[in-house]
């Protein structure tokens, strides 16, 4: 390392102003900077020395979610050779055939997203946001496998400028920008979103697996939401696992709690929010078995939704999403409540779209400074009224 500082030190002239290569300043501070802390500090005005800073934080959650992606490569190849070869091949056969097929995602996600970042970083003569390095790899980890990579870049292209840098960049945006990116794709391109024909890859890679025309299979979710009440799906032990068709990274409930137990000892993510997504979920879920309709999903069991679709992942890796959730640690409870109870309802109630949690997050996103704002002011009106009857 102190070889590659040094090599470092020795090009950075080129790179700052008036050298060479200053065009590409930008993309030299974010690489310096994500390789070494930066030994700049504040000079004026009031500032908090810490030794975490932002890019750290976000390497943490890189790190969390690494489980829930080498899963989710593993069980893009258990479906594939489940479906399309009619049996399942080795270990490493169906994780190399995931791994190949979901590579390509995370190199467009990256390629598009950082190469936004960086030219507009290069165009205000700012340095590099680090936010994009969480949204990256959590654009790939949402989508269908079947989802063409084309699309993912423009939903990618989209969400970056239009979520994340027309309001300031990293820190500055109102909404997830992972979640606007599925949005985006499942309201402009809702056949490659949705349905039966999305979820289980039908080509052949490098000769793993083999090449299938035609291959139709379901979710859970997608089955329970056109099933009679009578035919609901049964809970069994893959819905835990994950090896069960859906989004790429979304299926595994252990895979996704490792992540979630790496956030919660980092202290990078609120157990406050997470915590209150689930409480809200299996509530909503109880009320529904309680007084529901008399349809397939509203008798699902409270924690057959929690396992299920992207409930898990949404609520340890999204709507814990600093940035974009409450701030006020009571205002933190109930906006991971709320979540909770909304995914349930847009589920039970919506038919046409089964899942619920993006949305549920979205919508939640979009209250977050209000709950904060009546949260202070609570305690602000409290405050005022012990005070008055201290005075008397």
């Not at 993309?27 to 810490?50: A, C, M, R, Y």
């Not at 055939?97 to 190469?115: M, Q, R």
Request: with cysteine; charged share 10%; net charge negative.
């Amino acid at each position: 390392m102190k070889a590659l500082r040094n090599y470092l030190d020795k090009i950075k002239p080129h790179f700052e102003e008036g050298g060479k290569l200053h065009a590409f300043h930008s993309l030299f501070d974010g690489f310096e900077t994500f390789i070494f802390v930066p030994n700049s500090t504040s000079t004026s005005g009031t500032h908090i020395h810490d030794m975490a800073d932002s890019k750290r934080l976000m390497s943490f959650v890189v790190i969390a979610l690494i489980p829930a992606l080498l899963f989710g490569m593993y069980n893009v190849g258990y479906q594939h050779f489940i479906h399309a070869v009619g049996e399942t091949g080795s270990f490493w056969e169906m994780f190399g055939y995931g791994f190949l097929a979901v590579l390509p995602k995370i190199i467009v996600s990256y390629v598009v997203g950082l190469g936004i970042e960086f030219a507009i970083a290069q165009w205000k003569k700012e340095e590099v946001n680090e936010g994009f390095l969480v949204s990256g790899i959590l654009i790939p980890m949402i989508v269908p496998i079947d989802c063409p990579l084309w699309m993912l870049a423009v939903a990618t292209a989209f969400s970056v400028i239009f979520v994340k840098e027309i309001f300031g960049g990293t820190g500055m945006n109102v909404f997830n920008v992972a979640l606007v990116t599925r949005a985006f794709l499942f309201f402009a391109y809702p056949t490659k979103m949705s349905g039966d024909a999305v979820w289980v890859s039908s080509d052949s890679i490098f000769g793993l697996g083999q090449t299938v025309d035609g291959l139709t299979v379901a979710t859970p979710l997608g089955i329970a939401s056109t099933a009679a009440a009578d035919q609901l799906p049964a809970f069994d032990i893959n819905m835990v696992t994950g090896l069960i068709p859906g989004s790429i990274a979304e299926t595994s409930v252990i895979a996704i709690l490792i992540g979630a137990a790496i956030l919660l000892i980092t202290g990078v993510a609120s157990w406050k929010v997470m915590f209150s997504v689930f409480v809200g979920g299996a509530f909503m879920g109880v009320i529904f078995n309680q007084f529901g309709p008399d349809t397939a999903m509203a008798h699902m069991p409270w924690y057959q939704h929690l396992a299920l679709g992207g409930f898990c992942f949404g609520a340890v890796f999204m709507a814990t999403d600093p940035v974009t959730s409450a701030r006020t640690e009571t205002g933190k409870y109930i906006f991971g409540f709320l979540i909770g109870v909304m995914a349930i309802v847009i589920r039970v109630l919506n038919p046409g779209y089964p899942e619920g949690m993006m949305l549920a997050i979205l919508l939640m996103n979009i209250f977050a400074p209000l709950i904060d704002y009546y949260v202070v002011q609570s305690n602000i009106n409290r405050r005022e009224k012990r005070a008055i009857n201290s005075n008397n």
